[in-house]
Each structure stands twice: as structure tokens, then as C-alpha cells.
Antibody, heavy 118, light 110 residues
């Protein structure tokens, strides 16, 4: 079955750029699916960041839209998240997941903690 | 401030039936099906209920979901110690044009 794995730097400096990738295994990223990013600040709830279709069509949370880019690399079977001008408020565990319609996400990656600090 | 409203905590004793509520509006719960996630400390959320009342393969039938108007509930019957976790509701939202989550409910098994 499909499995997802996030990777990227665990520490980013304030005003810098957060970059993460999500490797898809057990299936093709070009299958009829959207792919999504969700984050969770320490001790807090879940926040949807955005999603991408394998064609490259994207849909972002308006609260983050000016700073977020999600892209897909079909040759490597992965999709990526870039978040610019980060602050301490962007410190969170970042998850990638596969939407299966609406707010149904399954599976999820294990998540990766990104800390914004100098 | 989450778009969907959940009680921050809930509790019950083993064997008891516990319900967790999730309140929203016409742009989310009132228009779309509800999903529930279970999350243990340090792990990723796991899909527990989808399409309001459907269980993925492997989820015990002790877990059930329902919806009425702009509110929904997760019920756990025959409560077990391993059910102690955080629970999140989620639904698509027309205003956001994306999914929204509840703030989460921490379930304690006494």
C-alpha cells in the first residue's frame, strides 16, 4: 500500500525558507490523487497547508498562500513544500498525507519536526 | 482558534461509553461529511471514521460517528485503556475551499 515519508532540515532560521519533501512509495504520484501537507505546532491542533494534484494544480490555505509553494516531481515520485519568511510561529511537525476526498486523509507520513530558531 | 469546536478534554472509565462532540457551521459540517482522527503522543494522526459514520478496515466497531445539522459526534463504547489519545474532527469548508479541523479532544481513561 502507499506509504509517505517526509524529509528535510529540522532547523530553519527566522526569515529563512522551510523546504520539505514527501517521498511516495508503494504507488505512483501520478495516480488519480491529490497530495497534501498538514502541520501541527507543538501541543496544538492540526492546520491544513495546501494540496497539489499530479498535474501541478494547487490549492492553498489562504492564511499561508502568500508564503507557500507546493510542487510535484513525477520523476522522483515525490512532492515538496516550500514556506518562505518563516517565524517562530511556523515551528511545527509537518505531515504529508493523501487526501481521499474532502477532509479524509489516509495514509499519513510519520511527520517531521521543523524548529524555527536562530 | 479552530473552525470546528471540540471540548478540550473528555474522560471515562473502562467499559463506559463516551461521546466527543464537534460543532461547526453550514459551510462545513452542515454541507459535508465528517471525518475523525485518533492521535497518540509522538505519532501521526490515524483515520478513525470517514464519511461521518464509516470505519476503515481494522477500526473496531466500538467506534462510531454521527451527524445532525452542523454538529457531529464520535462515540466510543466499551472504553479501553488503549483508547486514551487525542481525537480530531475534520470536514471540508466552502469558505476556506479546503479542510478544517477541530482543536482536538484529549480522552483520558480513568
Amino acid at each position: 500500500q502507499v506509504q509517505l515519508q517526509e524529509s528535510g532540515p529540522g532547523l530553519v532560521k527566522p526569515s529563512g525558507t522551510l523546504s520539505l519533501t514527501c517521498a511516495v512509495s508503494g504507488g505512483s504520484i501520478s495516480s488519480n490523487n491529490w497530495w497534501t501537507w498538514v502541520r501541527q505546532p507543538p501541543g496544538k491542533g492540526l492546520e491544513w497547508i495546501g494540496e497539489i494534484y499530479h498535474s501541478g494544480t494547487t490549492n492553498y490555505n489562504p492564511s499561508l498562500k502568500s508564503r507557500v509553494t507546493i510542487s510535484v516531481d513525477k520523476s522522483k515520485n515525490l512532492f515538496s513544500l516550500t514556506l518562505t519568511s518563516v517565524t517562530a510561529a511556523d515551528t511545527a511537525v509537518y505531515y504529508c498525507a493523501r487526501p481521499q476526498g474532502g477532509a479524509r486523509f489516509d495514509p499519513w507520513g510519520r511527520g517531521t519536526l521543523v524548529t524555527v530558531s536562530s | 482558534q479552530s473552525v470546528l469546536t471540540q471540548p478540550p478534554s473528555a474522560s471515562g472509565t473502562p467499559g463506559q461509553r463516551v461521546t466527543i462532540s464537534c460543532s461547526g457551521s453550514s459551510s462545513n459540517i452542515g454541507s459535508y461529511t465528517l471525518n475523525w482522527y485518533q492521535q497518540f503522543p509522538g505519532t501521526a494522526p490515524k483515520l478513525l471514521i470517514y464519511s461521518t459514520n464509516q470505519r476503515p478496515s481494522g477500526v473496531p466497531d466500538r467506534f462510531s460517528g454521527s451527524k445532525s445539522g452542523t454538529s457531529a459526534s464520535l462515540a466510543i463504547s466499551g472504553l479501553q485503556s488503549e483508547d486514551e489519545a487525542d481525537y480530531y474532527c475534520a470536514a471540508w469548508d466552502d469558505s476556506l475551499n479546503g479542510p478544517v479541523f477541530g482543536g482536538g479532544t484529549k480522552l483520558t481513561v480513568l
